[in-house]
């Protein structure tokens, strides 16, 4: 039986998936299957899971070898490949109220950033705690000819230390260790981002990240990557995903970013995510 595709009418790169349950091991045939579709579609969206860490683990790993964040505190303790977005903790995790309120694509900052990312919902606010994310392919096509030739073969500098200072002034964060700063230097990475697969041209810059652009004075750079990050998060090119219990969202960190958004924190959030490894981008 072939996977059944729903795209979303309003934002196409979106695509509800309807009949696969990730309880269960799924084909080779079907996992082919979503290969393909992550590469038309860039979110896809499996609604109605009940799926265990194992279940999970296992699901993810059809699509490539699994991601340990550098960030040891949100690791399940017997699963070190699922970081525990919750904000009451779990099984000795360091409670997070809003992981991600700032828009990113998931560890940009590491040579090889991870191709996608798999979010599961075990616990939800009843308004609030949205995840926006947005169409990179479509905010690239969307340029005028002037702004893609000036981009072309320019690379931004990506660094995760400065942000993870910026989110530690709540106070709820933990500092990183000597060893976890030397897990993250600053990288660069092209601004246009070709999917080998397909060919097809994304812009791979965040908010969260990316701190300028390589040979180009910081402030003048700066300068460009909120332009284009200001032009990317247009409503058009906006999904927004409302969580409900058991909802998988799985995402392709090459072609899009995203944000998650506020809610009232006397509500318990309990997020899994797994991520996917991925290639040098090209
Ligand atoms: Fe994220």
Redesign the pocket.
């Known amino acids: 039986m072939s996977v059944s595709l729903k795209p979303m009418t309003t934002t196409a790169f979106v695509a509800v998936v309807e009949n696969v349950d990730l309880s269960q091991p799924v084909s080779s045939s079907t996992v082919a299957e979503l290969r393909s579709a992550i590469n038309r579609h860039s979110i896809l969206v499996f609604r109605g899971q009940t799926i265990d860490n194992d279940q999970h683990v296992a699901f993810s790993r059809n699509f490539g070898a699994l991601e340990i964040h550098t960030v040891k505190q949100y690791l399940l303790p017997d699963y070190p490949e699922i970081i525990a977005l919750a904000n009451r903790g779990e099984n000795g995790t360091t409670p997070i109220d809003n992981g ?1 309120a700032y828009w ?1 694509s ?1 560890i940009s900052y590491k040579i090889k950033p991870p191709m996608g990312s798999l979010l599961y919902s075990l616990e939800v606010p009843p308004d609030g705690g949205d995840t926006l994310y947005a169409d990179m392919y479509a905010a690239y096509d969307a340029l005028d000819e002037n702004m893609k030739r000036k981009l072309e073969g320019l690379r931004a500098i990506h660094g995760y230390a400065a942000r993870f200072e910026k989110m530690g002034e709540g106070g709820k964060r933990p500092q990183l260790s000597a060893e976890q700063l030397a897990e993250v230097p600053e990288v660069n990475h092209p601004i246009v981002r070709t999917n080998p697969e397909t060919g097809r041209k994304a812009l791979y810059i965040n908010e969260g990240f990316t701190l300028g652009i390589e040979g180009m004075p910081m402030d003048e750079g700066r300068a460009l990557l909120d332009t284009l990050n200001a032009h990317a998060t247009e409503p058009r090119f906006i999904y927004a995903h409302h969580w409900r219990v058991g909802d998988l969202v799985f995402w392709d960190n090459r072609a899009t970013m ?1 944000c998650a958004t506020a809610y009232d924190t006397q509500y318990a959030r309990t997020m899994h995510r797994t991520t996917i490894q991925g290639d040098t981008p090209i």
Request: glycine share 24%; net charge negative; proline share 0%.
């Open positions: 991600g990113h998931d995203h």
